[in-house]
Nanobody
Framework: QVLFVESGGGLVQAGGSLRLSCAAS??????VGWYRQAPAPGKQRELV?????????HYSDVVKGRFTISRDNAKKTVFLQMNNLKPEDTSVYYC??????????????WGQGTQVTVSS
């Protein structure tokens, strides 16, 4: 069973940057996505960005132009560079295997996530 371990979150001011890392314990899946879930009641987990092993990417409209997803297949790690952060980006961020670039569910076990808090 592949386990994902997310890291790199923290507290940052609006306009700042963070780089998240996602390390896989087993083989890195063909497609991996970064997801986030805001603390508001009833807020669903949403797909932020995804990437294939060949480097094809997809971004949600709300982060396009600010976030960049990348991966190091040899190190079984996927990264999410987040620039120009906004308070509405505050969430717990997770990575997971995805069925395709637009998969909003993920299908492997969820890790603990990493908290990103953006202050205004």
């Amino acid at each position: 069973q592949v386990l994902f371990v997310e890291s790199g979150g923290g507290l940052v001011q609006a306009g700042g940057s963070l780089r998240l890392s996602c390390a896989a314990s087993g083989s890195l899946f063909e497609i991996v996505g970064w997801y986030r879930q805001a603390p508001a009641p009833g807020k669903q987990r949403e797909l932020v960005a995804s990437i294939t092993s060949g480097g094809s990417t997809h971004y949600s409209d709300v982060v396009k132009g600010r976030f960049t997803i990348s991966r190091d297949n040899a190190k079984k790690t996927v990264f999410l560079q987040m620039n120009n952060l906004k308070p509405e980006d505050t969430s717990v961020y997770y990575c997971n295997a995805a069925r395709n670039l637009y998969d909003s569910s993920g299908f492997a076990s969820w890790g603990q996530g990493t908290q990103v808090t953006v202050s205004s």
